[in-house]
């Protein structure tokens, strides 16, 4: 008998023949039937408590071990430790030796499971494949299940079930909210245009768009028609005290034969344009600091005055606008190739007043392959010898060394230049978000608060079409492997780095990256379903799937910096060289292999005043007592100084030698992190590059001269190395543990609020893995 028969079936005894009034009558156990229990042993139990409407589908044993696969998760019980890996977070399974299971998880991770005979391994393997096969709908992703089961389980949880796997109105509303905390000027300079209502000029673009305020929606679809994909230039932030923005598209369509659109030309010259209309607040408080006589302050009752009198520059009709920076994450070799497609570059002949830049970020094919021979490295048992140098071959660091430093081009383009500035790539759905985003992290620390990183996501990466089905693998019928790469893992990582190297200016921790990583492709929450805006509208995945910020939310004390010091408002300037980058250990290597339980789903259930206002008990009894966490306490109340080797994971990492007498660099490590084995004592000198072998600078502008060439790549490293004397602005030295170090204080003299946020933190490698489920 079919669903649809049994739901038929179901519907006549409960109802009638006349059926209920509503399809919101059937229940979870009649959309979503569990799957009955294949043990190979009937002694056997179920080794974990299951989630709502999860059902083991094969229980059985391994070699000291038991495994389970149910509707959600492979489970492998050992006798010293347990491996949970969400089947959607599975990648590939082989076998190998005959006897062995050699599973390849998406995040990196490697899972083996040995058998005794050759037989079992192979019913295993087939059970494996055919439970991670590509969904054939959309029904088929556990998302939906779990969400139908938490509803359909008691009706008086349904009421805060649906309360809280909602994002809160910082989400709902960010749109609104966004424009109203940017300060942009609604009447005079910019405008929100409802062109892209029910998704008419561009399915992967939010249906409300920020353009300036005297472009006509027919000039929009003009502009559509010329850039690829339809997805014209729109403004997706603001500099509150200059009033230069950043803005995003994707490539004009120029083609060989050279195509022009003069509304998009006009489009792209606007947004300069606006942002003089619009200065901001620094041009604001230097025009009423102008318009005061002398002596008298901002209170002052003479308050009425002639601007045309006090002699402050201001925008004007005779006042040329900023130079308008175009930046393209390609290069411009890939750039020109493009045309050969029916894409292009902008030239600058035709567009005036503006400069374009190329980054040279590489591509999703040449980022997927650095990441296979990053997993590859990080499964193989290390050779302390050639680690740092099997490192570097991968180019990962290099990589999210480019990222970086596109980033910081544009932060110091809005910061410090007061430029507007267009983000592209081609598509506009992969590098370009990766950019943006990275640059309002740096430029806005309301990026980097527990809601204010929500907000950024479902921006950025949502509301902008990032297409999280193709890219993570679980899209219906995605069998074309070409279109997925770890394009959200990699810019996860590069704000990894940023965490590292300013600990103190985050006010979430290191878990909560590594619990989106693992969630990005868990297929538990609806978030990251399907490729954009449109598909998640017309599949109502809001209303039948949870969020994943119902985990993720501020609530949660288990994913809170404690040395989160707030109310700092400073731009992050980040060391972007490959030394000073850090291999994420936590997310890559086998150490911390991916983990579920139920525990976490259960605190869905639990108000956010009640759970996790403190880590419970319980949870700090399943952290590992390391040495360090003993030595730190012991050695705090006793007043004696430690020595520790540097491979210690609950230590900051090395110390960037080299620091200058005026002022403090963020905090660097050796380029690579310690590895299972790997020596322990590196020296900080020791990188994965010399300066000689570093990666060439990256921005690139259409060639002119050898010299002018020349010029501007040193001008590149010189910005590059150029530090601001500003305390405030760079993260807190790193805790001295060495005796006789002169550059930091002994131990004893820490601040108890030091050692207590300390003593607090969480280490996301021994985190209760399942916090995420």
Known sequence: ?????????????????????????????????????????????????????????????????????????????????????PLMLIESVESRHMFQLHITCKDSKVVRCHFSTFKQCQEWLRRLNRTIAHPGRLEDLFALAY?????????????????????????????????????????????????????????????????????????????????????????????????????????????????????????????????????????????????????????????????????????????????????????????????????????????????????????????????????????QIPDPGNWLSALESTRWLQHLSVMLKAATLVCSAVEREGRPVLVHCSDGWDRTPQIVALAKILLDP???????????????????????????????????????CPVFLQWLDCVHQLFKQFPCLFEFNEAFLVKLVQHTYSCLYGTFLCNNGREREVRNIHNRTCSVWSLLRSGNKNFQNFLFIPGHDMVLQPVCHTRALQLWTAVYLPTSSPCTSAEDAMELYLSPSVQGDELTSRSLDRLPKTRSMDNLVSAFENGVALTRTSSDPNLNKHCQEGRTAHGLEPMASVGGGAAPDSPEDISPDTGLESDDSEVEPVTQTPPTTPVEMEQREEGFEEAEMREEICLTTQPLPPIALEQGNPHFPPLPLLTPLLHQALSQTTNPRFLPLDCHI
């Open 446 to 484: 309301f990026y980097r608060t527990l809601e204010g990183f929500q907000v950024l996501v479902e921006t950025e990466w949502l509301d902008y079409g990032h297409k999280f089905g193709d890219r993570c693998g679980h899209q219906e019928d995605a069998v074309d492997v070409s279109e997925q």
């Open 1 to 85: 008998m079919s669903l649809a028969d049994r739901v038929a079936c179901s519907l006549l005894n409960c109802f009638g023949e006349e059926g209920p009034p509503s399809l919101e009558y059937i229940q979870a156990k009649d959309l979503f039937p569990p799957k009955e229990l294949v043990s190979e042993d009937e002694n056997l139990q179920v080794p974990f408590p299951a989630l709502q409407g999860e059902g083991v589908e094969y229980l059985g044993r391994a070699d000291d071990a038991v495994i389970a696969i149910s509707n959600y998760r492979l489970h492998i019980k050992f006798k010293d430790s347990v491996i949970n890996v």
């Open 147 to 379: 969400h139908a089961w938490c509803l359909g389980s008691s009706t008086d949880d349904e009421d805060q079930h649906l309360h809280l796997c909602r994002p809160g109105d910082h989400v709902r509303q960010r749109l609104q909210m966004e424009v109203k905390r940017m300060g942009f000027d609604m009447q005079n300079a910019w405008r929100v245009s409802d062109i892209n209502l029910k998704y008419k000029l561009c399915s992967s673009y939010p249906q409300q768009l920020l353009v300036p305020v005297w472009i006509t929606d027919k000039e929009l679809e003009s502009v559509g028609s010329f850039r690829s994909s339809n997805r014209i230039p729109v403004v997706v932030y603001r500099h509150q005290r200059n009033g230069a923005v950043i803005a995003r598209c994707s490539q004009p369509e120029i083609s060989w034969w050279g195509w022009r659109n003069t509304e998009d030309e006009y489009l792209v010259t606007s947004i300069a344009k606006a942002c003089l209309m619009d200065p901001g607040t620094r041009f604001t408080c230097e025009a009423l600091a102008c318009s005061q006589p002398r002596g008298e302050g901002p209170d002052s009752s003479d308050s009425d005055f002639d601007s045309s009198l006090t002699g402050c520059p201001g925008p004007d009709a005779n006042t040329a606008p900023q130079k308008l920076l175009i930046l393209d994450a390609r290069s411009y070799t890939a750039a020109v190739a493009n045309r050969a497609k029916g894409g292009g570059c902008e030239c600058e002949e035709y567009y005036p007043n503006c400069e374009v830049m190329f980054m040279g970020m590489a591509n999703i094919h040449s980022i997927r392959n650095s990441f296979q021979s990053l997993r590859a490295v990080c499964s």
